[in-house]
C-alpha cells in the first residue's frame, strides 16, 4: 500500500488563484463537492457555520461539481455570487472543472476514494455534499454521505478527534 499524502495537491480555486493543500498542514481538511442547485445545497450554511467556528484547525474546500443530474449549472462567477449571498460563504472553493467521479476523476477525488493511495477508503462522492475529512498530518480519516449533516453529533466528534 502506497499512502500519499493530500498535501501534493493544488487546484485552482473559484476567484482565479491556486488551493495549495500543503499550506493546510497541522489543520483538519475537509473536502465535499458541492452544487447550487441539490437538494441539499442548503448545507452551505452548516458548512460555513464550521468554518466559522473551528476556522483555526479546519480547513473546508468546496468543489463544485455538475457529475449529479447537472445540479452545478453556474459558471466560476455564478457560483461565487450564489454562495456569497445565499450563504455568506467565505471557505475556498476549487473552479468547477472537477469532476469527482468516474473516468475523468479530478486526482484529489481519486485520492480520496482510492485505497491504494489513501489507506482504508474506496467510497466515491455518491451525491453532490459527499463530505472527506483529513487529520492534521494529511491522513484521510472520515468520510460521510451527503445526508449526513456537517453540524451532526457524528460529523462534529470527527473534528473533535485528537491528532493522529
Same mark, same amino acid.
Given at each position: 500500500?502506497?499512502?500519499?499524502?493530500i498535501y501534493q495537491f493544488s487546484v485552482p480555486s473559484l476567484d482565479g488563484k491556486t488551493i495549495d493543500f500543503s499550506s493546510f498542514k497541522g489543520k483538519k481538511i475537509l473536502i465535499v463537492n458541492t452544487a447550487s442547485k441539490c437538494g441539499l445545497t442548503p448545507q452551505y450554511e452548516g458548512l460555513e457555520?464550521?468554518?466559522?467556528?473551528?476556522?483555526?484547525k479546519l480547513v473546508i474546500v468546496g468543489f463544485p461539481a455538475n457529475n449529479f443530474m447537472g445540479q452545478e449549472? #453556474?459558471? =466560476?462567477?455564478?457560483?461565487?455570487?450564489?454562495?456569497?449571498?445565499? @450563504?455568506?460563504?467565505e471557505f475556498p472553493l476549487a473552479a468547477k472543472s472537477v469532476v469527482v467521479k468516474g473516468k475523468s476523476q479530478h486526482p484529489v477525488f481519486k485520492w480520496l476514494s482510492d485505497p491504494s493511495q489513501? #489507506?482504508? =477508503?474506496?467510497?466515491?462522492?455518491?451525491?453532490?455534499?459527499?463530505? @472527506?475529512?483529513?487529520?492534521?498530518?494529511?491522513?484521510?480519516?472520515?468520510y460521510f454521505d451527503p445526508g449526513v449533516s456537517p453540524l451532526s453529533n457524528e460529523f462534529i466528534s470527527v473534528l473533535h478527534s485528537p491528532q493522529s
Open positions: 500500500m502506497t499512502e500519499a499524502p457555520e464550521l468554518y466559522k467556528k473551528y476556522g483555526s449549472p #453556474g459558471s =466560476n462567477e455564478e457560483i461565487s455570487a450564489f454562495c456569497k449571498k445565499n @450563504y455568506g460563504v489513501n #489507506g482504508w =477508503n474506496g467510497r466515491d462522492p455518491v451525491w453532490n455534499f459527499s463530505k @472527506y475529512i483529513i487529520d492534521e498530518h494529511g491522513n484521510l480519516i472520515g
